[in-house]
């Protein structure tokens, strides 16, 4: 069945790297576009990053623009963010989902299966 098992989150300091690992499993990650999404405490889901099955990719919040990227190992099966310069702010969990199609969207609505969130902590 599809599966999506997120890594590479933690705890790091103002200024810091993490790059997180969506391992997907199931689908043919080839035609798929995959999404990362994030939560905080107390506020919605938004959408972070996606990339489409032609490797276009799209952000959705304007605070994450040169700072975070997105990347797809199709070999591994696994899509990558890259988040750089991190601040407090992006502190949440962190999800990749998947809707099976070739596109992305930023609605989390329309997808259908995600992975179990990895803890991001930005702090000092």
């Known amino acids: 069945q599809v599966q999506l098992v997120e890594s590479g989150g933690g705890l790091v300091q103002p200024g810091g790297s993490l790059r997180l690992s969506c391992a997907a499993s199931?689908?043919?990650?080839?035609?798929?576009?995959i999404a990362w999404f994030r939560q905080a405490p107390g506020k919605e889901r938004e959408g972070v990053f996606c990339?489409?099955?032609?490797?276009?990719?799209?952000y959705y919040q304007d605070s994450v623009k040169g700072r975070f990227t997105i990347s797809r190992d199709n070999a591994k099966n696994t899509v990558y963010l890259q988040m750089n310069s991190l601040k407090p702010e992006d502190t949440a969990v962190y999800y990749c989902?998947?809707?099976?199609?070739?596109?992305?969207?930023?609605?989390?609505?329309?997808?259908?299966?995600w992975g179990q969130g990895t803890q991001v902590t930005v702090s000092s």
């Open positions: 989902a998947t809707q099976l199609v070739g596109y992305c969207s930023g609605s989390g609505f329309l997808y259908n299966y």
């Open positions: 199931g689908f043919t990650l080839d035609y798929s576009a």
């Open positions: 990339i489409t099955s032609s490797d276009l990719t799209i």
